[in-house]
């Protein structure tokens, strides 16, 4: 079980995420405590150890980053629990395990604990740096992603991918270098992160990233030739908005 703390200056907020992680997330998160302000959050965390924080944005006189800046290395995971603009939740996105928005639902909760799991034990100064930098600067736009991998996480710049294919509840990362990098985040969440790029969702599954298409060839949805050992499949719903989209941008 995962040694856990909410920090939130809003008891209902607190108390409603006690009851849907008591409820649907017993097996795996251990509530050792909670903090309603930044000062005390920290003396909690050095005195009970936690391993995952739930973390809320905006408390009043002082933020959650506030409390990540008191840490030169981060001995935590952290889930965000937030209803910060979009801009923020981008940024986030790109580095945290997961976050939340209030009301949290249950589907979204579960999925955060499974993947605050899966990384738990790992550390990884660079993806909680990236994290730190994005989360202070909101509004600037990274270019670079933190994908979570199993033995911890690649930090990719966005240039580097080719391609993203979606296998089960997986997604595998064509690199420029030819490797392929299995992440556990799905298609959906990696359309959302690039969505601000040069990438394009082709097909149900398949993201593309223009730069590195070479041809395409006509047909009922058509193919696109990233090179000799990769075709991309069209589908036939996508292809009039991705031909509006190849030759209009």
């Keep these: 079980m995962l040694k856990t703390i909410i920090v939130d200056d809003e008891r209902r907020a607190r108390e409603n995420l006690k009851i849907l992680l008591t409820k649907y997330c017993a097996e795996d998160i251990e509530l050792v405590g909670e903090s309603d302000n930044v000062e005390k959050a920290f003396d ?3 005195t009970l150890k936690p391993q995952l924080i739930f973390l809320d944005i905006d408390m009043g006189n002082a933020t959650g980053f ?3 800046s008191k840490f030169t290395n981060c001995p935590f995971k952290v889930i965000f629990v937030t209803g910060f603009d979009q801009h923020a ?4 996105k790109f580095s945290a395990i997961d976050y939340l928005l209030k009301p949290v639902a249950v589907e979204d909760l579960q999925k955060a604990v499974e993947k605050a799991k ?4 790992l ?5 909680f740096n990236s994290m730190f930098e994005n989360l202070k600067n909101p509004r600037q736009k ?3 992603v933190a994908i979570p ?3 911890g996480y690649r930090l990719l710049h966005v240039d580097q991918i080719m391609y993203c294919e979606a296998q089960k509840d997986y997604t595998f990362i064509g690199h420029e270098n030819g490797e392929t990098i299995c992440s556990s985040l799905n298609l959906g969440e990696y359309e959302n992160l690039l969505q601000d790029y040069d990438f394009f969702r082709v097909h149900h599954s398949y993201i593309i990233n223009r730069q590195y298409i070479r041809n395409y060839i006509r047909g009922e949805g058509g193919e696109i030739v990233i090179n000799q050992h990769h075709r991309i499949p069209v589908s036939r719903r996508k292809k009039v908005d991705f031909l509006s989209w190849l ?3």
């Design 44 to 46: 909690d965390i050095l």
């Design 118 to 121: 899966r990384v738990i034990n």
């Design 123 to 127: 550390e990884n100064e660079s993806h």
């Design 89 to 92: 939740i981008q940024a986030i």
């Design 247 to 249: 030759t209009t941008n």
């Design 149 to 151: 991998v199993l033995n």
């Design 66 to 68: 506030d409390l990540l």
């Design 142 to 144: 990274s270019k670079h």
